[in-house]
T-cell receptor
Framework: EAGVTQSPTHLIKTRGQQATLRCSPISGHTSVYWYQQALGLGLQFLLWYDEGEERNRGNFPPRFSGRQFPNYSSELNVNALELEDSALYLC?????????????FGDGTRLSIL | AQSVTQPDIHITVSEGASLELRCNYSYGATPYLFWYVQSPGQGLQLLLKYFSGDTLVQGIKGFEAEFKRSQSSFNLRKPSVHWSDAAEYFCAVGNSGNTPLVFGKGTRLSVIA
């Protein structure tokens, strides 16, 4: 069974640009979560999608947005990139749309802002 | 609101020694509890989970954790650490509602010969 896949592995952008990160969940999983892992800050919850709807959102500005497609894959968009957006962005999926389900993680997209 | 505290930022143990990583949570009802491990440059891998029942749960790679309601703790243990266990370990708490998992800030484990 294929795990959670994320693309690209690395992404280099400059300030003010826009970035799109993609995630394919484990087959059969309907929930997708996005996290930001900046150096020394642990995992910060960004967004949670389930069955195509946004279920919950973390404390991030509106320039962080995303969507979930009918096949349950998801993309995270970050507009007007700032230096502080440099981080590892992790996607996770789970089989049910409730908060207590174990999440399965991809290996992340390393976003570097120059 | 749920919260997780991992009091130890960094722990160093000798190979073959026992290990205990601490995790304390805050949640009003019975929580769902998880331990994850992250190797450098990789995502998080689920080690074990507790939902209900037996308070001592076994996980992968020889890890176990014990849920102690009276202490609001869910400490991770391993009787004999291997060099390959060096990684970052995250404790997380969840519930059955619409709130996502809450992760602790992690404990970095170093293993020395």
């Amino acid at each position: 069974e294929a795990g959670v896949t994320q693309s690209p592995t690395h992404l280099i952008k400059t300030r003010g640009q826009q970035a799109t990160l993609r995630c394919s969940p484990i087959s059969g999983h309907t929930s997708v979560y996005w996290y930001q892992q900046a150096l020394g800050l642990g995992l910060q919850f960004l967004l949670w999608y389930d069955e195509g709807e946004e279920r919950n959102r973390g404390n991030f500005p509106p320039r962080f947005s995303g969507r979930q497609f009918p096949n349950y894959s998801s993309e995270l968009n970050v507009n007007a990139l700032e230096l502080e957006d440099s981080a590892l962005y992790l996607c996770a999926s789970s089989s049910l749309g409730t908060g207590g389900q174990p999440q399965h993680f991809g290996d992340g997209t390393r976003l570097s802002i120059l | 609101a749920q919260s997780v505290t991992q009091p130890d930022i960094h722990i160093t143990v000798s190979e073959g020694a026992s290990l205990e990583l601490r995790c304390n949570y805050s949640y009003g009802a019975t929580p769902y509890l998880f331990w994850y491990v992250q190797s450098p440059g990789q995502g998080l891998q689920l080690l074990l989970k507790y939902f209900s029942g037996d308070t001592l749960v076994q996980g992968i790679k020889g890890f176990e954790a014990e849920f102690k309601r009276s202490q609001s703790s869910f400490n991770l243990r391993k009787p004999s650490v291997h060099w390959s266990d060096a990684a970052e370990y995250f404790c997380a708490v969840g519930n059955s509602g619409n709130t996502p998992l809450v992760f602790g800030k992690g404990t970095r484990l170093s293993v020395i010969a």
